[in-house]
């Protein structure tokens, strides 16, 4: 019997887990709804599964390279397993719904999680959208920041 589970691209083996990255459009069922999120993005913002030993079963995130880096090269066959230096200015976020504090416009955003170990200090090679593009509300009214902004995810009223 074949295997039919989605095998990542990358696997990055990291001291307290694995980081699985998945590329070619075929991913766990606990990543789609990430997954169909970040295939509107570009190609830096890739479906991820973050597994810690000591919980095996895995955390959907996007895993972000930033805009100047591309990620690590693909292999023909089998998974990559590339050096996890390679994560240098990578960040994981998690895809979330955010509205608008002044105009009520709803995004799926791509959210970056700050408290993971060795990912959270990295955000400072990335650029966050920091305000409403619907309405134009800075950060500090809107409430809206993220890596990322979902295209074509506003709200029926502010369209």
Sequence with gaps: MEDRTP??????SLPWGDLDVFADG?????????????ARLEERFRPALL??????????????WPPDRPAPA??????????????????LAEVRSLTCHVCAARFQAVYPDTGLPLFGGQLSAHRLVRGCPACGGGFATSRIQALALSPGELSPDRR
């Design 51 to 64: 597994r810690f030993h000591r919980r095996p079963e895995g955390g959907a995130y996007a895993a972000v």
């Design 26 to 38: 075929r991913v766990p069922e606990s990543l789609r709804s990430t997954a169909a999120v970040l």
């Design 7 to 12: 095998q990542p691209t990358w696997r990055f």
């Design 74 to 91: 693909r292999v023909a066959t089998g998974v990559a397993r590339p050096d996890p230096r390679e994560l240098e200015g990578v960040v």
